[in-house]
């Protein structure tokens, strides 16, 4: 039994009234010719689509074919909508929460969902917390890396991590506007394949330096594509601490410390890579991930981490348990009801 | 015998005159209370530095102390000077690059030199080239990762490569100005400990997506601290040129081939993170580092290298042939020279 953690889905429709302004910003959905539909985004598409993304009996093909058990749905994340009013992208993530929770619904033992929320008001946010629990009935909730440039490490968000933690709600954090899209050479979708490793890399060692770890012990938070970049990144921490009073007097503990508390998805799509996180980091804290059904998915999912001729104890705990833990912490009963 | 690619200094006088306007930005040295020496930068502190960075017999000391058998020589970052007029800072390059000359002349069997050069214009960057290997007998060149925020791989510099390869002449590619300052939550020191890595990511990311190295097959290019995250880039890179064909019309070759044309020093801090390199890279392609004198530093030079248990020959590849590969290329009598 393998959990795919990291899978994403649009509905196939989005709301195009119940905003008090229009506004060309709000993701839409638009069928081009061809049969294409498109994700359209401030007027621009965004990405072509298809039915995989809502159809969740195709899904359940693909998954059967993969040996795929449980899929856990975020939206993409083009749908975070973090520019808008607090409030218009509450109704928008409303919409989206509940077309997850019917998603969820279609087959209960086959999917998880994780919920959006306006992180742009950290406060409205965390009030959408409690109704991605009770009334949607998500595991978690999934965030961006940054918040229109915020780090998500940033003591900004505390609002909504007390919340989560308090909730027992697990944090998924995904790439999105990222870092150095101005330092890319060669055409803008690199900025997808290459920006996205060091945009993770900024957010998880933002989540370490600004404290999040220290001030919310039982947070659950994860990083997909294998934290990206920040493998590299925590060894040259771990020196500047050690190094540096100015930096250990800002954090009580060593950088790898915190480190070991963090999940990450394995989509890193290479054996060695793989490994080499299993070292930094522990076979407790990685999780089959694919980004199922976007082109760049790991395909079949789990490939990599099926190959690695792993102790049969450590394949369970990344094909399955470490994503049970990262959902629903060590609560049994929770464990149980899915 | 082991030879240190990756050492700092910075003259114990920069020049004051000379220039054909006053401004405050020009590198300057400023005698602190209590014996300190900073490195001052546009009126503020970017540095303290101390004789190391100056003082030959003492870095010989330290150097035997360490076992390290030759230091190579290149600028405090900091003193690029890439904002300026490019005439300007090349008089200001010269100087530096008359001084790091001095230094190996003050004992040329310990100390190996990479210039500097006013890269923000590629064509007089280009012809300072041709001093630095003729007038001041210098290895190479080091440049920044970014040139007033444009990467390194940017066809704005063909020419600088272009004149680089045709002189034979080592590029060590070192960061500067990361990308991401404004996504470090913490204090701002943390720029250059969670930056930089990115920041060389992005670098060396350029070069292929660039097609630098696509141009320039005899290039020798070399990517300080490990390369940062682009060995966590590089799989993601693959994986994107296999999937997307618009990738692949780009570039000819699967990146995973121009990775193989790079050096990198193996500046990382951990064993775990140098045997990575070594799976994604190759022992051809990793060089003792240490940035040698600043407070980061590996120390002793090369103590990771050192201690991984290598076979015979890889150690010597690492400790000093692909340094020597790198700064002379296979031809052997340059390399009897040294």
Same mark, same amino acid.
């Given at each position: 039994?393998?959990?795919?953690?990291?899978?994403?889905?649009?509905?196939? $429709?989005?709301?195009?009234?119940?905003?008090?302004?229009?506004?060309?910003?709000?993701?839409?959905?638009?069928?081009?010719?061809?049969?294409?539909?498109?994700?359209?985004?401030?007027? $621009?598409?965004?990405?072509?689509?298809?039915?995989?993304?809502?159809?969740?009996?195709? +899904?359940?093909?693909?998954?059967?074919?993969?040996?795929?058990?449980?899929?856990?749905?975020?939206?993409?994340?083009?749908?975070?909508?973090?520019?808008?009013?607090?409030?218009?992208?509450?109704?928008?993530? *409303?919409?989206?929460?509940?077309?997850?929770?019917?998603?969820?619904?279609?087959?209960?033992? *086959?999917?998880?969902?994780?919920?959006?929320?306006?992180?742009?008001?950290?406060?409205?946010?965390?009030?959408?917390?409690?109704?991605?629990?009770?009334?949607?009935?998500?595991?978690?909730?999934?965030?961006?890396?940054?918040?229109?440039?915020?780090?998500?490490?940033?003591?900004?968000?505390?609002?909504?991590?007390?919340?989560?933690?308090?909730?027992?709600?697990?944090?998924?954090?995904?790439?999105?506007?990222? @870092?150095?899209?101005?330092?890319?050479?060669?055409?803008?979708?690199?900025?997808?394949?290459?920006?996205?490793?060091?945009?993770?890399?900024?957010?998880?060692?933002?989540?370490?330096?600004? +404290? @999040?770890?220290?001030?919310?012990?039982?947070?659950?938070?994860?990083?997909?594509?294998?934290?990206?970049?920040?493998?590299? @990144?925590?060894?040259?921490?771990?020196?500047?601490?050690?190094?540096?009073?100015?930096? +250990?007097?800002?954090?009580?503990?060593?950088?790898?410390?915190?480190?070991? $508390?963090?999940?990450?998805?394995?989509?890193?799509?290479?054996?060695?890579?793989?490994?080499?996180?299993?070292?930094?980091?522990?076979?407790?804290?990685?999780? @089959?991930?694919?980004?199922?059904?976007?082109?760049?998915?790991?395909?079949?999912?789990?490939?990599?981490?099926?190959?690695?001729?792993?102790?049969?104890?450590?394949?369970?705990?990344?094909?399955?348990?470490?994503?049970?833990?990262?959902?629903?912490?060590?609560?049994?009963?929770?464990?149980?009801?899915?």
């Amino acid at each position: 039994m393998t959990i795919d953690i990291h899978t994403h889905i649009v509905p196939q $429709k989005l709301p195009t009234t119940g905003f008090s302004s229009l506004n060309s910003r709000w993701p839409q959905i638009e069928l081009a010719p061809g049969g294409k539909t498109n994700v359209m985004v401030a007027g $621009k598409v965004v990405r072509t689509i298809n039915e995989l993304c809502w159809n969740m009996e195709s +899904r359940i093909a693909d998954m059967d074919r993969e040996g795929i058990e449980i899929q856990v749905l975020s939206a993409m994340p083009a749908l975070f909508s973090y520019w808008a009013d607090a409030d218009e992208t509450a109704f928008f993530c *409303r919409y989206i929460n509940e077309e997850i929770a019917r998603m969820v619904e279609y087959h209960p033992g *086959r999917f998880v969902g994780l919920g959006i929320v306006p992180l742009q008001n950290p406060e409205t946010a965390a009030r959408e917390l409690v109704s991605i629990k009770d009334h949607y009935r998500l595991a978690g909730v999934q965030v961006g890396s940054n918040i229109e440039g915020r780090t998500i490490g940033d003591p900004f968000f505390t609002p909504f991590f007390e919340e989560a933690e308090r909730l027992g709600l697990a944090v998924f954090v995904h790439p999105v506007n990222p @870092v150095g899209s101005e330092r890319i050479v060669g055409p803008s979708l690199l900025s997808n394949f290459v920006g996205f490793p060091s945009e993770t890399a900024f957010a998880a060692a933002s989540v370490i330096t600004g +404290r @999040v770890l220290e001030k919310f012990p039982l947070l659950r938070i994860g990083f997909s594509h294998g934290g990206g970049g920040f493998g590299m @990144v925590l060894p040259r921490m771990i020196q500047a601490w050690e190094q540096f009073p100015a930096f +250990r007097e800002q954090l009580p503990q060593c950088p790898s410390e915190y480190g070991k $508390k963090l999940f990450f998805d394995a989509l890193v799509y290479d054996q060695r890579t793989l490994r080499y996180l299993l070292e930094i980091f522990s076979s407790r804290q990685l999780m @089959v991930g694919s980004d199922y059904p976007f082109k760049i998915r790991e395909k079949p999912a789990g490939a990599s981490v099926a190959s690695l001729n792993l102790p049969a104890e450590d394949k369970r705990l990344l094909q399955k348990e470490n994503a049970l833990r990262f959902l629903y912490g060590e609560n049994i009963r929770n464990l149980e009801a899915i």
